[in-house]
């Protein structure tokens, strides 16, 4: 309950900060042109559903009516105009959220469907009590002043909606912050580059608008929005479009070629549908490329990461260990190659069962990761078997990385089977300036496996492709062979 309190008084605060601010701006005897409060409202609650509750609500109602009697309005114009805004935000909620193919993710281009229709009947909704708002406080007719209202939240929704819906989670921000700083260097470099050709063009498109005036001048931001959408960035594309918004709204109220003393010009209703019309159309192009772009990275990954453990498939690492080592070699850099081999195995799927012996690969994966450099290319290269490929290492460090990878997936194996099976065997192969072919040293890592396994197993071979063979590490730092035993 006092988590709903809190909710509900943090909605009043900021719907009523919204509409102060939006009521400052309304030339005399209209609408405000810009009112995000409502969308705003709206969004949080569909991003939150569970927010939805009676303090909250109150809350939200709260906020309208104080905001609207604070800056001068009687107790029947606050009262009319926060039912009217009030009513489209409930209608927009509960029209739709029992609907379980509701999409707002804004990834697919479904969502915008989604949103435009969950604008219109919030909009509609509205200006169904707009109408009456109209008539009492304007004299106007219903049917005139509730397709003025209707323009208007349609706009709002439009434009505030899909950038409530899309911005970042708080989870996500902190993630961000608690990064490293080099991480978040790498990312807001990143951003700036996809934010810039965009940004110019929007830039460069602004100017001319305000010069030239006239109806045209409001879809010169277009180039601007289609080059933000086509990057995939659904955020990116939303505030663009909101900038857009702000300044052909502008341009609408506030002509270029109007005289100093001349009052601003009321907007029309035909405007304001084309103006949210217009920003529909980037978002559903952002939403389709992002969808595509998530297509083509799933397809991507299916194509060269192994379904069970997300290790690279045996061609991608051979594409990806040629070129490594072929720059270790123009910077005389030394390499060592991993073969791994999980000790009998086809006992431990006999024994515990195929789907343990499933896990036992994950796991195994997770291992070698944790247990390896970040630029380490770890492989599944067929059943229990895995490549390791360290670039630009020394063969110290590379038995080091070896033998934490053995000492751990000993400690795995013990703790799930209690047993000498799912340990790993592991043959080694270095070259200092890496001078070997791919091909040698898979044939070299080979070779010390074969070793590896002959010497008992659960441990760590080196084969120098510059030298002779050196003699097994075994579990304790011990040296020597044991009798030769089958391959697994």
């Known amino acids: 309950m006092a988590t709903n309190l809190r909710n509900g008084l943090i909605f009043a605060v900021l719907i009523g900060l919204t509409c102060t601010i939006s009521i400052s701006t309304r030339m005399p005897g ?13 969004g949080l609650l569909l991003r939150n559903p569970r927010m939805a509750c009676p303090p909250v609500w109150v809350g939200i109602a709260t906020g309208y009516l104080a905001a609207d009697l604070l800056t001068g309005s009687d107790a029947t114009k606050a009262v009319l105009l926060s039912t009217a805004n009030l009513v489209g935000v409930l209608a927009g909620f509960y029209v739709f959220r029992r609907n379980r193919a509701l999409d707002l993710g804004l990834t697919r281009g479904v969502s915008v469907g989604w949103v435009m229709a969950i604008a219109a009947v919030a909009a509609a909704s509205a200006g169904l009590v707009g109408g009456v708002a109209d008539q009492v406080l304007f004299g106007g007719t219903w049917w005139s ?20 819906l899309s911005f970042p989670a708080v989870r996500a921000i902190r993630d ?19 934010v810039m050709v965009p940004a110019v063009l929007l830039a460069v498109s602004l100017a001319p608008a305000w010069f030239m005036g006239g109806f045209g001048a409001l879809v010169f931001t277009t180039p601007a929005l289609i080059a933000a959408a086509l990057l995939g960035d659904v955020l990116l594309t939303t505030l663009f479009i909101a ?89 005389a850099q030394p390499s060592a190659l991993l073969m791994i081999d999980l000790d009998h195995f086809k006992r431990l799927n006999d024994t515990f069962g195929h789907a343990r012996g499933d896990q036992s690969l ?30 630009g290492i020394e063969a110290a460090d590379a038995t080091a990385v070896a033998e934490r990878i053995r000492a751990a997936q000993q400690q795995t194996a013990e703790q799930w089977f209690g047993e000498s099976i799912g340990t790993a065997s592991i043959g080694l192969a270095v070259c200092s300036a890496s001078d070997s072919t791919l091909s040698s040293l898979l044939a070299s890592a080979d070779e010390a496996l074969y070793r590896a396994k ?26 020597g062979l044991a009798p030769p035993t089958s391959a697994n």
């Open 30 to 42: 209209t609408l405000a042109v810009f009112w995000p409060a409502n969308a705003l409202a709206l």
């Open 145 to 164: 002043g509730s397709l003025e209202w209707f323009a208007y939240e349609l706009v709002n929704y439009t434009v505030i909606l899909p950038l409530v």
């Open 176 to 194: 961000f912050l608690a990064d490293t700083p080099q991480a978040r260097r790498t990312r807001c470099r990143e951003i700036a580059r996809r």
């Open 243 to 331: 900038v857009s918004f702000a300044w052909s709204i502008t341009l609408s109220v506030f002509p270029a070629n109007a005289g100093p003393l001349e009052q601003p010009v009321p907007i029309g209703i035909s405007t304001l549908i084309g103006l949210a019309l217009l920003a529909g159309a980037p978002l559903v192009i952002a939403c389709i490329t992002a969808e595509s772009r998530q297509i083509h990275r799933a397809l991507h990954l299916a194509m060269t990461r192994d379904d069970l453990t997300g290790a690279l498939r045996r061609g991608e690492f051979v594409r990806r260990a040629q070129s490594a080592l072929g720059k270790m070699s123009s910077a």
């Open 362 to 391: 994950v796991e195994f994966a997770a291992i070698a990761h944790r247990s390896s450099p970040d630029d380490a290319l770890l492989a599944r290269m067929g059943g229990e078997e895995f490549a390791l490929l360290l670039a």
């Open 454 to 479: 002959a010497a008992g197993r659960n441990t760590v071979v080196v084969r120098d492709v510059s030298g002779p063979p050196a003699p097994p590490r075994l579990p304790g730092g011990g040296d």
